[in-house]
């Protein structure tokens, strides 16, 4: 491994120092490029296509084929071969039995690619593996997850998941990049200490599916449209 984060910082550095420009999608990512590569760089956030995610009532098909009628869904989704996401599902699975002990109808659902062999065949957890559309998944939940400890950017999935007009509970790294005001209540910040008994509050009286006001306002500003336009692609004519 340090073999290869060798390599990569190598090749990371030859093209930051040979570039016209860097596009960075956070502003911690413009930080450790001025601080690995003395480079500076222009900020594109990741965005969020809003026309494509969109509230919509959850499919009931869907709910027949998981079996999540009457369920409290909790949702966690992402790629399994990327490690921070391994790493936040394994807090999710570890702390899971404590919310099902108070919560018997709560159900989490895990979509995304390569999920591990012991995510699954584990009680109230549903895991999927990749899906053919993940807005009609994200629309099966009450409330998204995003327990995130470490990685990189601004998360598209916490972005897709407010588009949708879901609620999101993430830990502050998870949500990295994301104007954050305790008055909009689409997004809600917990620290992992206090993440699953928050995740219970919620629980107590979830938010119907697709039902937060707030969290598609708060999408609208992070719109690929409006980004995009934030640039000056002149400058990158040559």
Known sequence: HLVKAKIVKLTESYFCKHANDILAVSTDDQRLFKEYYGCDSSLLPNGVDVDYFTPEEPDNGLLDKYDLKGRKVVL????????????????????????????????????????????????????????????????????????????????????????CGQTVLSSPFGANGIPYNKEQKGLILSELNDFMDDLLTILKKPPKPCSNIDSRKLASNFEWNKLVCNINWENYVR
């Open 76 to 163: 966690y989704f992402g790629a399994f071969d990327y490690q921070p996401n391994l790493e936040a599902l394994g807090f999710l699975l570890k702390q899971w039995p404590k919310v099902c002990e108070q919560e018997p109808t709560a159900r989490l659902l895990v979509i995304g690619r390569h999920p591990p062999e012991w995510a699954k065949n584990v009680q109230n957890v549903i895991v999927t593996g990749s899906v053919d559309d993940i807005v009609s998944h994200i629309r099966l939940a009450n409330i998204i997850v995003v327990p995130l400890m470490s990685g990189g950017g601004t998360r598209l999935k916490i972005l897709e998941a407010l588009s």
